[in-house]
């Protein structure tokens, strides 16, 4: 609550602190999904969790150099496309996974 009625108090600030929070997620998520990826080397389409690890590495970078200029737009649009790649490569690996549990099973 505490927290809330700050935000409320300096909605600026609010706006600030998240962008640079959400900077810092995506590039702690990104260093993660690169090693997920290179653990999953030798499974088929790794290369999408790969891909989906370095999309918020990049846009934590993008925040940080227009940063706080673009602090009141850029947090929502990242947000969407980070969620986006990551469903993408989720799907991906998922549907490749699932013809060969099909196809084991008789």
Known sequence: MIIGYLFLANPLGGVLTLTMLMSLFFAIEGVAKISFALMMRPMAHWGFVLFSGI???????????????????????????????????????????????????P
């Open 55 to 105: 999309t918020p590495l990049v846009l934590a970078l993008i925040i940080w150099s227009g940063w706080p200029q673009t602090a009141d737009w850029l947090l929502g649009l990242f947000l969407g496309i980070n969620l986006l790649f990551a469903g993408w490569s989720l799907v991906k690996i998922s549907l490749h996974h699932k013809d060969n549990v099909i196809n084991r099973n």
